[in-house]
């Protein structure tokens, strides 16, 4: 057991002996939560509130769709944020799937990527290209990590004091 921590250091554990959580997570939880990102920038500018989102999704559908896929990244961001040693059964049992949500939450966002690209003929076929591009590299990130693969294992217990 011991031999998959060889190569960390004492720094790359938090205070429950768990290794710190995978940057792979916050890379993939950044973007499947853009659309939230885009909707914060826009309520803090004060000139143009809705101009931001406007040049962004240049169709109310398309940014509707992406705070719905986000949601499921909001529900994997909750599971961090309770996932502690007093926490309760289903923060638990949701944090071993939280890997298959967050590809669920890339998928389905490169779905609506794909209705946005031949139903309202919004997105560029490059623009298309890139994002799924960016998808696949989250989504082989997802699967490649070990150090992600080790906390998705690992969950905080009590330390004797």
Known sequence: MGHKYSQY????????DC???????YLVLLFVLRGYLVWLMSVTNMQDRVGIIQWLYPQTALFYLSLISGTVGLFVVLVISLRRPEAKNWVRVSWSYCR???IFALAFDFIVSLLGFFYWQL????????QGSVIAVLI??????????INLQEFPEKLPE
């Open 9 to 16: 250091s004492v720094e790359d554990f938090d205070k429950f």
């Open 19 to 25: 290794l710190k959580l995978s940057k792979s997570i």
């Open 100 to 102: 298959g949500l967050l």
């Open 123 to 130: 997105l560029s076929v490059s623009w298309l290209v890139m």
């Open 140 to 149: 082989y990130f997802c699967f490649r990590s070990k150090r992600m693969a």
